[in-house]
């Protein structure tokens, strides 16, 4: 395959972090976002180039592009955390190993939202045929954070859970993992109508946080179900009403920041009296620290999920990169996974 | 001795808890004690009477008296959670061993707000005649948090901490023990005056919360310490600022309510990425776990601190207990311990 020089990417307008705290909402990309021609990036040793079939965005893109995420921003290089496609270059000979391959990939070295990502050889994984593109593409950032934080739940004992944003993906592969686990999963969401749908996938309970009953029914289910672990995606008062409502010994995981601004703790006698915690998740952190046998079952295991059906990514709608300024507002409202695609050139 | 049938006692007015968090003011005690004459309690299997020489008024009193402590109250029993005093009665044999001897102990049975105290046997500790009353009055609650607290930051490995409301009795003997252990003590204060005192200590740097200069102090102080645990006593916003400033993997080790409400956390972000936790420490419960051996060695290590004057509590007032309701709220405020003695009747 002959490589083109450049290549149609959304690349990112400024360097490092803002120092803000905003949450997710966006009303206007560009203020973060470029649609540019750019040059194709070489891949040096150990690395790979991959022309993308499709890419997700994610919350912590979402983060990231607005400077609010853990890792500095670098203006002029695309966005965009993860994806799949073919591997098309190999920077040296073990690389070249994944030629041709179809692969799932976390994009260490260049965003996956152009027509090409380049990152290392060790952050692919070659793909089974049956794992659909629009299941490849969001293989690694959510189901590898689902997968670390159940192990965590396990690992503490736990026989039930409280999530937040249960209806989301992440939340939906929680209330799966659990169900399988045996371990009761209490879901709350921020709207009615995903009722029956969480339930199916086996939830406990399904718990509406704007209802007028919310209070009265969690801690009826708190006391039934006795839950320890707070798996939180939101950081926001209501997290930490249901943490302040949980048993003594409850630990507070918070892997995500819908909300635009932290909670005010109503008591420090949960610490002190009550031996609770609040502690974080973080991919990058766990994908550090995993030792590579863990990080390898994880991403077989998620692959298998997706191949067989157990987990399934659900596509609220397409948008090419040379559309996404005007379109993702709109397509982020929608309720589902948003999928960038480089389009015809 | 022939015990009476009655003693002056302090009594709580309520039982359980309040549900409330009002932090440690109390305009007027009446509110929540009452001096009375009541019964002498007997003293059962396992259990010593004591005789009670004196009593400080400790943090956690002044929470549970007001019903905002980790344990319930029991209305007309006694308040007052340690002191030192004279062994003489024993409910058994085997604890007819400390049968006038003079002891430490931890009020589990009756408060030592009375002139009479009833404990378990395990909860005394015998004293070596070198230990002044001052000191063997509250030779347990705050020494053994401080040695248990600082066992934490060494098994953590800790080469720096902050502390927050560093000039109490708790503070001086964490920034004591710190310094022993070569470890740098950043000691934060709410006012100006007990720098060079704190100074004397051992701390290596002395912060007013409340100074105009004070975050960039902290900053600077935080870039060359690079302290991972902040001990706090308070729970107040300044708290929460000054985990915000401190490093990745900061872990708030929350140990007292000072405050009168939570704090808010500016970034959950601070969980998620840099690995920060929030943890508390409660002595009751320490007691609970700490194997035998361990609370020994902390006991004897506490009463050897205090014979050799390597600790000194600090005593600003000595108020009789009839006199406590009206004397308590000034005695309060005069920066010390102030300690309850039974009196003459």
Redesign the interface.
């Known amino acids: 395959m002959t490589l083109p020089d450049s290549m149609p990417a959304l690349v990112l307008r400024h360097d490092g972090r803002s120092g803000a ?1 905003g949450g997710l909402a966006i009303a206007d990309f560009a203020q973060w976002l470029a649609f540019e021609r750019i040059a194709v990036p070489h891949a040096g040793a150990g690395q790979v180039l991959i022309s993308v079939a499709c890419s997700p965005v994610n919350p912590s893109d979402l983060h990231y592009i607005k400077g ?3 890792q500095p921003r670098r203006r002029g290089t695309p966005a965009g955390f993860e994806g799949t496609g073919t591997v098309v270059a190999a920077g040296d000979a073990d690389a070249q190993a994944l030629l041709g391959r179809r692969v799932s990939f976390l994009a260490s070295a260049s965003g996956s939202w152009a027509q090409f990502a380049l990152t290392d050889a060790s952050a692919c994984v070659v793909l089974d045929d049956a794992v659909r593109d629009d299941d490849a593409a969001a293989l690694l950032v959510n189901p590898l954070t689902a997968l670390a934080m159940m192990a965590r739940v396990q690992e503490a004992g736990a026989r039930a859970i409280v999530l937040t944003a249960a209806a989301s993906q992440l939340g939906r592969m929680l209330i799966a993992l659990a169900n399988e686990r045996a371990i009761a999963a209490i879901a709350v969401v921020r709207r009615a109508g995903e009722e029956v749908a969480l339930q199916a996938l086996g939830a406990k309970a399904v718990l509406v946080s704007t209802a007028a009953d919310f209070a009265a029914r969690f801690d009826a289910v708190v006391r039934t179900e006795k839950p320890r672990i707070l798996l939180d995606a939101v ?1 926001d008062q209501t997290a930490a009403d249901l943490f302040q409502a949980m048993p003594a010994h409850t630990r507070w995981v ?4 819908l ?1 635009e ?22 991919l990058s ?1 766990w994908l550090n620290d995993a030792p590579a046998p863990v990080r390898a079952a994880a991403e077989s295991e998620a692959q298998c999920r997706f191949a067989t059906g157990t987990w399934r990514t659900r596509v609220a709608a397409r948008v090419r990169l040379a559309d996404a300024l005007r379109d993702l507002p709109a397509a982020l409202k929608l309720g589902g996974k948003v999928m960038l695609v480089p389009g015809e050139n």
């Open positions: 705290i609010e995420y853990g950081g918070s892997y995500g920041m909300a601004s932290g909670p005010r703790l109503a008591h420090m006698g949960q610490f002190v009296f009550s031996g609770k915690s609040i502690e974080g998740f973080w952190r």
